[in-house]
């Protein structure tokens, strides 16, 4: 480290930055209360439906903790991701941002960034999955009966 290079991120402003982060993914998942498994298909807009709205979520964190650690960026999305895949797969994204944050000589800048990014994709994401149009109703099976005896 140069006399110029900022200090690293110290315990304090790294619990704050934790802090936010679980705040941000309480706030997501209360979105998700009461979601049901035909609310996670309920399409957004533009094609988008909320598993893969959650799905992206994924790809976006993970590309940004790959890019704070100078990695190359890759940033794919499953074809047909459902939901408890996707559940996963966010909190597989958010174990490597928290260890991404107690790494050693982290920027408190970079920290920042990383953590500010993440929160407002998870609060643009909690809004669109608690404004959702109501789920298509399923298809009504008709019921057969057996001819009168």
Known sequence: MT???????????RARLRARLEASRAALLAALEGVTERDFTTNLGDGVT???LLAGLVAEEQADVARLRGEMVTVATPERPLPPQVVHGLAGARYQTLRALDAAGLAPEA????VAGIETREQAAAERIRARPPATPPPVIPVIQPPPA
């Open 50 to 52: 909320v598993v893969r």
């Open 3 to 13: 006399s110029t290079d900022p200090p690293p991120l110290d315990d304090a402003e």
């Open 111 to 114: 920290a920042r960034a990383l």
